[in-house]
């Protein structure tokens, strides 16, 4: 069975937390007052689907999109109807004259194409871009609840996702990382 760099990811970090909680290692000067470190889940999803701002934007871009097929099917129907004008004027029609009505309906119908596909690919630019903005804005609030409730470390609650929301300096154990591995590094040298 093979295992996403994620879901890894993810047992690892609950692994280190649970390894932590368990053996009371760490900073007890960095814990809160009775030397317990605060952790908690955060389910991004539930809090983007709840976003407001994610709902009212969400709303319209959706309106726009009616909006646009509304105006492809206009422009659709009014080749339909030249489609239909030119069979029924088709037999009175010699054949040059024929070919160029027909021709002149196949450039209109890849021109609507043309234009529907541009319109897709902006409506798409335009829903990553939202897409991204309210997740920078909810992991925005995660750290600002986060430094302002005194919790050590958030998790994203996302069984797919799993990994670290925030987490406070004290956790951050890079620094001491660097040096061991350097340390060991310039120690086999």
Do not use: C
Not at 8 to 16: P, Q
Not at 158 to 184: A, C, F, K, Q, W
């Amino acid at each position: 069975m093979k295992l996403g760099k994620n879901f890894i990811l993810g047992v690892l970090t609950l692994s280190v937390v649970f390894y932590i909680a368990a053996t009371g290692l760490g900073f007890a000067q960095d814990s809160t007052p009775d030397g317990q470190y605060r952790i908690a889940v955060v389910d991004r999803k539930a809090v983007y689907d709840a976003y407001e701002k994610q709902q009212d934007q969400m709303q319209q871009l959706d309106q726009l999109v009616r909006q646009r097929e509304q105006e492809i099917d206009q422009m659709l129907s009014e080749v339909q109807q030249k489609q239909e004008s030119f069979e029924q004027r088709r037999a009175n029609l010699s054949e040059t004259e024929a070919l160029a009505e027909r021709d002149d309906i196949e450039r209109e119908l890849r021109r609507i194409q043309r234009q529907h596909e541009e319109w897709d690919s902006e409506i798409n630019r335009q829903a990553n871009r939202l897409i991204s903005q309210l997740q920078g804005e909810i992991n925005e609030v995660v750290e600002q609840v986060g430094i302002e409730q005194n919790y050590h470390l958030i998790l994203d609650g996302d069984p797919n996702i799993g990994g670290v929301l925030y987490h406070s300096s004290p956790l951050n154990m890079t620094s001491r990382i660097i040096e061991r591995i350097n340390s060991e590094y310039r120690a086999g040298n």
